[in-house]
DNA sequence: CTGAAAGCGCTTACAG
DNA sequence: CTGAAAGCGCTTACAG
């Protein structure tokens, strides 16, 4: 049986302050927010007052005045997924600095309780909003809001939007560069699902690097499957099989490194001797534990997060951030692929 | 050089739908809440004009009166860990029902960073805290706050607060429950950190059970070691060399399985067929991806967060809540420890 | 059924 | 240097 609701332990209001300090309100406001117009003992006064009391001002009066609330709303679209996590820190952090407090949805990928959640955060009015996508390709835009929007991770596909993303392209550049610097000649791409737009950007970005150097790309064409160690282990299998002379794997992902590693090892291969192997995600847990430790690349999703809010602060403050914006990743070296050869 | 702030696009006020139905401010309120003395046709006139001015009550206004915020805090200490986000996941699932936002901050294991964001949410007027732990061992209380405060994962040390924690014990009594269910009589126990409760507890589960059951714990006393692969293959090799007989694993962790997993493999024992091997945590992406995949435990954390979050409310509604709350895990069977065998 | 008034907790011109 | 008053955007008794 439900009992009345608890004695509501009722903050102290400045009221209650001002009472105490034996000033008004509005003096006690002035001596707490630091206004030149106060004498000292009076302010000093008020601040026992306020100390004694407990007294913390009631943000929500005080933003009503102001207009604005000092929250941003995050969306994110996969909280389990080790993406969104990173960037959502990096946002977190960045509006820390900035004394701005985070409003956390969960929309799961689901169109309807994105609109539901943008409701009540717009009600709750939010500076402006952060959307963190599950996986990198474009999604659809909200449209005009009454606050600004960043779309992070995921961009949107209107491009009078602002969005900011992981260079793909890029990460697949870092690595088949740092293959060819090993002295890797004959190289096979195994990567995961081709529904992925990042999977054909990493891949991308290596055949780009390794076709202007005349490097060797065995099979000739890419291999795709799913973002798996499973993969991992069926799709190297099948590459030492049919060309028992590759000298590097570049991985799609971790997961799909760590699979590699694995029948690697099993068939006698010397990793990174006979066979260089590199991930891509840098995702710590499987990286680091890999034998031997893999070589990855790490999009530095906590500054993508960083700089969404950067992008964000801008647009409430009425500087334009329109368009996409890019994070460049960068190569994290291990074992997997060796010291490095010169040439 | 920043152009000035943006034309704001003033959200549209109450009194501005008011205006446009041709009705005071207070009937286009009781309108729009539902309230019965309102004509219909008056009602449908209010309507029409919050929709054509896609109307938003300010919820900082509507909170400011009621005295309530409809935002509950939630502060984390490993926002990048698994363990806090699934608990985070489950506490803003509940708390979205309830139409309740979740503010986040992560501390990061920080006290200082704690009470500077204990003091921003305060001032939020939040309506009540969650604050996550990064591992399950006691924490300090925040003591008497102006709001309910619910301790997840990681309790309070103090029995007068409110705390919601997974049973450990249970989940080690669980998975030798289920050894013995496999048929297996020579088990060896290989955990991580002894710093950490969760090791000691899930061991003691487990002892309970075997010695209960004279199963032969082999060797005698725990290994303890650290929560990586790396030590699940060291320990399974110490394991393996000094009792060739041993038929079966605990791990305290599926990190630790993993490895565990792979020193089986190489030195020729068939799992489960020679050794069962059990992990714990039921981290899917090693689990699921293991060979065989690894029976683990559940600790049901999203479970968990959900129920931090009803203890939240129904302290927020004055019902009393104090003391430590238990969410039992589960057992998630898999081929590592193969098909049931009765007996 | 409708509206004028008070008030939630604050800040900020504006007078003294 | 201090305080009375207006107002941020809403809701809720209280009169009409």
């Avoid at 005080?62 to 604005?68: V, W």
């Avoid at 031997?292 to 790490?298: N, R």
């Amino acid at each position: 049986m439900p009992r009345k609701p608890e004695q509501k332990r009722k903050q102290a209001t400045l009221a209650d302050v001002a009472q105490m300090a034996g000033v008004s309100i509005a003096t006690a406001s002035k001596a707490l927010n630091g206004r030149s117009q106060v004498k000292a003992e009076t302010r000093a006064r008020v601040f026992e007052a306020a100390e004694k009391l407990k007294f913390s001002p009631n943000a929500m009066a005080q933003n009503l005045l102001t207009g604005r609330s000092g929250t941003i709303g995050l969306v994110t679209h996969d909280l389990d997924g080790r993406f969104s996590i990173p960037t959502l820190m990096g946002a977190e952090d960045a509006a820390g600095h900035g004394r701005t407090s985070v409003l956390l949805c969960d929309a799961r990928g689901d169109a309807l309780r994105e609109r539901y959640h943008l409701q009540a955060l717009l009600g709750r009015r939010v500076d402006g909003l952060i959307v963190v996508g599950a996986r990198p390709d474009p999604r659809s835009s909200l449209g005009t809001l009454p606050v600004p929007v960043v779309y992070a991770y995921a961009p949107s596909t209107d491009p009078r939007d602002t969005s900011i993303v992981t260079d793909n392209v890029a990460g697949g550049r870092l690595v088949a560069e740092h293959m060819l610097a090993c002295g890797r000649r004959r190289i096979a791409l195994v990567t995961g699902d081709p529904e992925y737009g990042a999977a054909h950007d990493r891949v991308a970005g290596a055949r780009e690097v390794l076709d202007r150097d005349g490097a060797e790309v065995v099979p000739s064409e890419p291999l795709y499957g799913t973002w798996s160690e499973e993969w991992g282990r069926t799709a190297a299998g099948l590459v030492i099989n049919q060309h028992p002379d590759v000298d590097g794997i570049i991985c799609g992902s971790d997961q799909i490194a760590r699979g590699v590693l694995d029948t690697l090892r099993e068939s006698g291969r010397k990793v990174p001797d006979d066979v260089a192997v590199t991930g891509h995600d840098n995702w710590e847990i499987l990286a680091v534990n890999a034998r031997p430790q893999l070589t990855s690349v790490d999009m530095r999703l906590e500054e993508l997060g960083r700089q969404a809010a950067e992008l964000l602060f801008a647009a409430i403050d009425g500087r334009t951030t329109k368009g996409g914006h890019v994070v460049t990743p960068r190569l994290v070296p291990r074992a997997s692929t060796g010291p490095r050869v010169s040439g």
